[in-house]
């Protein structure tokens, strides 16, 4: 199968699939059309691309590629408060569980934050745990395996907090990582290590997975910038499996800097197999969060517009 993604534009929300030869802008291979004024904080599409879950911050729901929805999962108590919180889901990898990151603390509903499992056909709860968080948004990494899922909860200036999921009958068994200053990033190819930046934006680490033992870590030095005026962006990911793409950014200081370009930012290629820094990569990114990296050698930038664009790795230096 190939890779699908989906993003919300223009009222839309516009599912991509992407194979091997797949160069330059993308087309989307469908579409829903949803309203421009539906504020969607999370989107996924099901394995086998008929559908896609979409989450708000009052509801989870799933529809099929002509609009039709399937079900609706209400996340109640309603909330009344505004900002602060968004609701993301993923699809486990054979499509038949959807994972809800439930902000709750943030939303006003006096509890901690909820990690919930879905059944993915019907929308009923199968399984749902407490996570003690208190975050404004999580980012689900699925294992391929569908042994665990992780989920990286970034509670603003507290930190982050790292959970790995399992569904065990109708029972979910979380466990936390030993640490609430490190943000996980992206999940290599094969799911067997994952990589996290320093909440500091101080380095880089990588990790086995699931263990989270550390095999390599970089500080921002390592890659020739002073750590005093340049720092991680929580930006980047696994180019293929032996290469991960990091980014560092920061301010010019120059007063005759305009201020629309005050901020830098580059991307190093980094070489897994020796753990060394082997050179610039120019991922033509309009920004330092433009780019997502897929894993097989090819990544994502976008347009002007915010249309997805991908990328081929040509050897050094990018493509």
């Known amino acids: 199968m190939d890779h699908l993604f989906a993003r919300s534009l223009d009222g839309r929300l516009c599912v991509y699939e992407v ?14 059309e949803v309203g421009a004024g539906l504020d969607v904080s999370s989107l996924a599409v099901a394995p086998l691309g008929g559908s896609l879950v979409y989450a708000t911050q009052h509801d989870i729901v799933r529809l099929r590629r002509d609009g039709a929805e399937l079900w609706r999962y209400a996340l109640l108590p309603r909330s009344t408060e505004k900002y602060g919180h968004r609701p993301t889901v993923a699809f486990s990898p054979d499509g038949t569980l959807v994972w809800v990151y439930r902000p709750d603390a943030m939303a006003g509903r006096g509890s901690p934050d909820t990690w919930v499992v879905l059944d993915a056909g019907s929308g009923k709860v199968r399984a749902q745990a407490p996570l003690g968080s208190c975050g404004h948004g999580g980012e689900h990494l699925p294992l391929p395996d569908g042994s665990r899922m992780l989920l990286d909860v970034g509670e603003g200036q507290d930190g982050a907090l790292v959970f790995a999921g399992s569904l065990k009958g109708s029972t979910l068994e979380v466990e936390q990582y030993p640490w609430d200053d490190r943000c996980v ?34 500080p921002v030095a390592a890659f020739g910038h002073d750590p005093e005026t340049a720092a991680f962006e929580w930006s980047g990911g696994y180019l293929d499996a032996d290469t991960a793409i990091v980014t560092i950014g920061g301010e010019r200081e120059e007063d005759d800097v305009p201020d629309d370009e005050r901020e830098w930012h580059v991307h190093y290629r980094i070489d897994l197999r020796t753990g060394g820094v082997v050179d610039r990569f120019e991922a033509h990114s309009r920004h330092s969060y433009d780019l997502e990296p897929l894993g097989d050698g090819s990544w994502l930038t976008s347009d002007p517009d915010g249309r997805p664009v991908r990328r081929v790795d040509r050897g050094a230096g990018g493509g």
Do not use: K, T
Not at 23 to 28: I, Q, W
Not at 191 to 198: K, P
């Open 185 to 218: 990033m992206a999940l290599a190819p094969g799911g067997g290590q994952f990589m996290s930046i320093d909440h500091g934006q101080a380095d880089v680490a990588f990790h086995e997975c699931p263990s989270g033992e550390v095999v390599l870590s970089l």
């Open 19 to 32: 194979d091997a030869a797949a160069e330059g802008p993308l087309r989307a291979a469908w579409s829903v």
